[in-house]
């Protein structure tokens, strides 16, 4: 599996964990449970915000422009540092594959 595919696969599993919080909050809510909503509208803000950035690290390591993948939001903009972190480190480990690709071809030769 290539880096890409890895990553997209770790996109739809975080996208599944949120909706499950979502269905963990709705039912929270109609059980007047206060503090475990609280605790899960956290939970879920975070894992939408990661999701988020993790998107748009997948999506510039594609070689997109931010412009392409998403409009100006409201609410703020992108964490761009985090989000440049992430695109270094799957360089880095895409390179690592690569390098050890290379060595399996040279051994197999």
Not at 3 to 30: F, G, N, P, V
């Amino acid at each position: 599996m290539n880096k890409y595919q890895s990553m997209k696969q770790e996109l739809k599993y975080r996208a599944k964990q949120i909706r499950e919080i979502k269905a963990e909050l709705k039912e929270a809510h109609r059980n007047w449970q206060h503090s475990k909503a609280v605790e899960l509208e956290y939970k879920k803000a975070k894992a939408k915000r990661e999701f988020r950035y993790r998107h748009i690290a997948c999506s510039l390591f594609r070689g997109k422009a931010l412009s392409q993948i998403e409009n100006p939001w409201k609410k703020g903009s992108p964490d761009l540092v985090y989000i440049n972190n992430l695109v270094k480190q799957f360089e880095a480990e895409r390179k690592e594959e690569e390098e050890q690709y290379e060595q399996a071809v040279c051994l197999g030769s």
